[in-house]
């Protein structure tokens, strides 16, 4: 079964603090790789994309990673900020496909 | 440009009834996509249409729910009869046609169905 597992399920840090967030898949054949930024109430909104041949891109403080060959991935946050509270999902594609497989999330607080 | 938008952003409706929720995509999206996420679970694919086409209905819980894209523009998602299990938030999400494996794929704000 192709699966989107992420850790930890939640995460609070102090604002200006670090984190990475993790991604295990097992999802294959495998496209692409994406980080999404969900608060709460409102849809999904796309933080990286990144294909089997990629293994770092960034967006602002955002820098996520993938290692296909482990199938795992990360996302750190720099320099974290108030308005970087939300959920943060991890969504595969796999190749031939376009369903993407979902993870649950990892619900994240950052405290002034 | 706006961007997708979902119709309405709550429903409370009685088990048995019947609800239609509303999609608009974004301009000049191929892709239309369904998703479903219940309370505590991750969020689920439950169908894909390229233009007014189905492309993977594979996610569709039965046949109780039918999606149905008009000319290729905004999408229905008709719940009959609603069912308890059927509550969650249902979102829609578009993006660009084409075989490319990187479009962005723009999600809606959601709806929230309540079946009581």
């Known amino acids: 079964k192709n699966q989107v597992e992420q850790s930890p399920q939640s995460l609070i840090i102090l604002e200006g603090k670090n984190c990475t967030l993790q991604c295990n898949y097992t999802v294959s054949p495998f496209s692409n790789l994406r980080w999404y930024k969900q608060d709460t109430g409102r849809g999904p909104v796309s933080l990286t994309i990144?294909?089997?041949?990629?293994n770092t891109k960034s967006n602002g403080r955002y820098t996520a990673t993938l290692d296909a060959d482990t199938k795992q991935s990360s996302l750190h946050i720099t320099a974290s900020q108030l308005s970087d509270s939300a959920s943060y999902i991890c969504v595969v594609r796999g190749s031939g496909t376009y369903k993407y497989i979902f993870g649950t999330g990892t619900r994240l607080k950052v405290l002034a | 440009e706006a961007g997708v938008t979902q119709f309405p952003s709550h429903s409370v409706i009685e088990k048995g009834q019947t609800v239609t929720l509303r999609c608009d995509p974004i301009s000049g999206h191929d892709n239309l996509y369904w998703y479903r996420r219940v309370m505590g679970k991750e969020i689920k694919f439950l169908l894909h249409?390229?233009?007014?086409?189905?492309?993977?209905e594979s996610g569709m819980p039965n046949n109780r729910f039918l999606a149905e894209r008009t000319g290729g523009t905004y999408s229905t998602l008709k719940v009959q009869p609603a069912e308890l299990e059927d509550s969650g938030v249902y979102f829609c999400?578009?993006?660009?046609?084409?075989?490319?494996?990187?479009?962005?794929?723009?999600f809606g704000p959601g709806t929230r169905l309540t079946v009581t």
């Open positions: 990144m294909t089997f041949s990629e």
């Open positions: 999400a578009s993006s660009q046609g084409g075989r490319g494996d990187t479009y962005e794929q723009y």
């Open positions: 249409f390229v233009k007014e086409s189905k492309q993977d």
